[in-house]
């Protein structure tokens, strides 16, 4: 089993509409995790880190399950600018370093 | 400084010669990183330094590959004799001594191996 497992999608929704992306990682140890975005192109840049009781910042959600080993991100009221690859990381339970998703493609269209 | 910032930008180089290609992080952070990036693929690690000492390096996919950190700052990661399956994006990240905010991209450096 990978370490951390995404569907690539694409997810393609209208302007306006709700979407959600899972994440599911293997190593019951982890402690960190984040949803990062990357543009096309671009470099990854941090969207929100993912706290265990769940977090909201404006239109994103985060939330994580311990028991059954995975992170959500939830998007309300799409839009176009949040097309983009969204990347699930999560640390491998010691130290400082992480594992990153292959990321799930999201286009919101008009 | 205020961003992670890599150099060059761009590198084109032919088949067979050694490249290098730097980083230098934000100011304090301890802990810095290199991932590759193949067009249209996700992020592959390469190695992972807590200062000047290199944990894990377990991605560097062969010997050509190697990196050094040093004064726990600058880093430079070294390709010997290029092959055409190195082109690449390679992208330096670094985080605070914790790591549990996340880290910072550099804008990569594309390598095209001609």
């Known amino acids: 089993r990978k370490e951390v497992e995404q569907d690539p999608g694409p997810f393609n929704v209208p302007e306006g509409a709700t979407v959600a992306f899972n994440c599911t990682y293997s190593?019951?140890?982890?402690?960190?995790f984040f949803w990062y975005r990357q543009d096309c192109r671009k470099e990854p840049k941090l969207l929100m880190s993912v706290y265990s009781s769940g977090n909201e910042d404006g239109r994103f959600t985060a939330q994580l399950n311990r028991a059954s080993q995975y992170i959500s991100l939830l998007i309300r009221d799409s839009k176009l600018s949040d097309s983009a690859t969204y990347l699930c990381v999560v640390n491998k339970g010691y130290g400082q370093n992480f594992v990153f998703g292959p990321g799930t493609r999201l286009s919101v269209l008009p | 400084g205020a961003g992670v910032s890599q150099s060059p930008s761009n590198k084109v180089t032919e088949k067979g010669k050694d490249v290098e290609l730097r980083c230098d992080p934000i100011?304090?952070?301890?802990?810095l990183y290199w991932y590759r990036q193949s067009l249209g693929q996700g992020l592959e690690f390469l190695i992972y330094?807590?200062?000047?000492?290199?944990?894990?390096k377990s991605g560097l996919p062969s010997d050509r590959f190697s990196a050094e950190r040093t004064g726990g700052s600058v880093s430079t990661l070294t390709i010997q004799r290029t092959q055409q399956e190195d082109s690449a994006v390679y992208l330096c990240?670094?985080?605070?001594?914790?790591?549990?905010?996340?880290?910072?991209f550099g804008s990569g450096t594309r390598l095209t191996v001609v």
């Open positions: 330094f807590q200062g000047n000492s290199a944990p894990d």
């Open positions: 100011s304090g952070h301890t802990a």
């Open positions: 990240a670094s985080s605070a001594t914790q790591g549990f905010y996340g880290y910072t």
């Open positions: 190593n019951s140890a982890s402690q960190s």
